[in-house]
């Protein structure tokens, strides 16, 4: 198989309601262990994901906080990559009553339609934040920090070629990674958009999907297939 790594997006992917079946981690596992490095790429925090009853040693990386954390689990090492938020702009969201309101490492993490609030206040106080947007999740991270950075330094990490990368998404925020592999892909989930912009989409949705997909890698459907170049 010519395909080297798996890129895998967590909820709406692989998960359901934060839950990975049994068949959908015996397909991980398969694949992993022909020697195809497995990423697992997620817009939640590290602390959230690690509670969840899900064997993170499936992969071999895992990149948290949408590209702000990056998580060698062999070794059990984390890598900050983004900068923490500023406390006051903390403050002054809870002040304003932004609920929910989670915070990581690098990432501020809330829900429409508070997102009005959240460039309001940005622009008031003249940061330089991004927001991006996930199935109704509103984020806010440091500038230049996504899935497409967090993915590379994880290629750079495993020292491994992107184009040579199949990734797996469903979401908005799962553009930014999915142009970097050679081999993009959308479950049946996908919202249009992911869709269009995809190499194949699966027939089947979130983790009968990624099923579905890696089954067909396995068996070398994909082989034949031009790499897609992406840019660095």
């Not at 809870?94 to 929910?100: D, F, K, L, M, S």
């Not at 993915?151 to 750079?156: K, M, S």
């Not at 049946?188 to 995809?198: D, I, Q, S, Y």
Request: with cysteine; net charge negative.
């Amino acid at each position: 198989m010519k395909w080297h790594s798996l890129v895998c997006d967590f909820d709406g992917t692989i998960a359901t309601d934060g839950i990975v079946d049994e068949p959908t981690c015996n397909a991980i596992q398969r694949i992993h262990s022909m020697g195809v490095k497995t990423i697992l790429i997620t817009g939640r925090e590290f602390p959230a994901l690690k509670a969840l009853n899900f064997s993170l040693h499936l992969f071999d990386v895992i990149v948290a906080e949408n590209g702000a954390l990056l998580y060698d689990v062999l070794h059990d090492e984390v890598q900050i990559l983004g900068s923490p938020p500023p406390n006051r702009f903390i403050s002054e969201l809870r002040h304003r009553g932004v609920e929910p309101l989670s915070i990581g490492v690098s990432i501020v993490a809330t829900r429409e339609p508070h997102e009005v609030t959240v460039l309001k206040l940005i622009k008031e106080m003249g940061l330089e934040l991004q927001v991006i947007f996930n199935k109704g999740a509103v984020m806010i991270m440091p500038p230049g920090i996504n899935k497409a950075s967090g993915l590379l330094a994880a290629f750079d990490f495993l020292q491994l070629s992107p184009h040579e990368a199949v990734g797996v998404g469903d979401a908005e925020n799962d553009h930014a990674f999915l142009d970097k592999c050679g081999f993009p892909v959308a479950v049946a989930n996908a919202l249009p958009a992911v869709k269009e912009k995809a190499a194949w989409v699966t027939n089947h949705e979130a983790g009968a999907g990624v099923v579905e997909l890696i089954d067909a890698l396995l068996r070398g459907e994909f082989d034949h297939l031009k790499i897609k170049l992406s840019s660095r």
